[in-house]
């Protein structure tokens, strides 16, 4: 479980982002306990932020009898929470320029050397496009 990434979770979970220390450790031992799921999720999350430091960093602030959660501690949350955008494999990249009305239209798609389907083109090495099977392409993407 990683316990800078709990902390912001729970803190935000407050409406007004303050619990007292008390709250904390209850909400903190729940998590903690409730399964390796927790421990997971809180573990990718925090790989997105390397470095993490709620106080340093003022995510979090002591108050007197407690924590709260800061704005900037809200904005580090949702942004470490936002899904990471979908990788679009080349072949539907590619596949998306048989689209007329793609600027791209009619150009050869290019793909690592080895990996094109067959008939599709590929960047050699040197830049140069060869076909897949292994044709030079002379009017290039």
């Known amino acids: 479980m990683n316990f800078q990434v709990t902390i912001l979770k729970v803190l935000a979970s407050y409406s007004d982002g303050f619990a007292s220390l008390a ?11 409730s399964g390796r799921e927790w421990s997971d999720r809180t573990t990718r999350l ?19 009898g407690g924590w709260r959660i800061t704005d900037a501690g ?12 979908p990788e679009v494999p080349l072949t539907q990249v590619c596949a998306a320029r048989t689209i007329a009305g793609d600027p791209s239209f009619g150009k050869p798609c290019r793909y690592r050397t080895g990996s094109a389907p067959h008939g599709a083109t590929a960047a050699s090495p040197e830049g140069e496009q060869t076909t897949a ?5 002379l009017d290039g993407a």
Not at 25 to 33: E, M
Not at 74 to 85: D, F, G, N, T, Y
Request: charged share 40%; hydrophobic share 45%.
């Open 133 to 137: 099977d292994g044709k030079r392409v």
């Open 74 to 85: 809200r904005s580090a949350l949702e942004l470490i929470e936002k899904p990471a955008a």
């Open 46 to 64: 925090a790989a997105r932020a390397p470095g993490l430091e709620i106080f340093a960093e003022n995510l979090v602030e002591r108050r007197e």
């Open 23 to 33: 709250d904390i450790k209850r909400d903190v031992a729940i998590l903690a306990t």
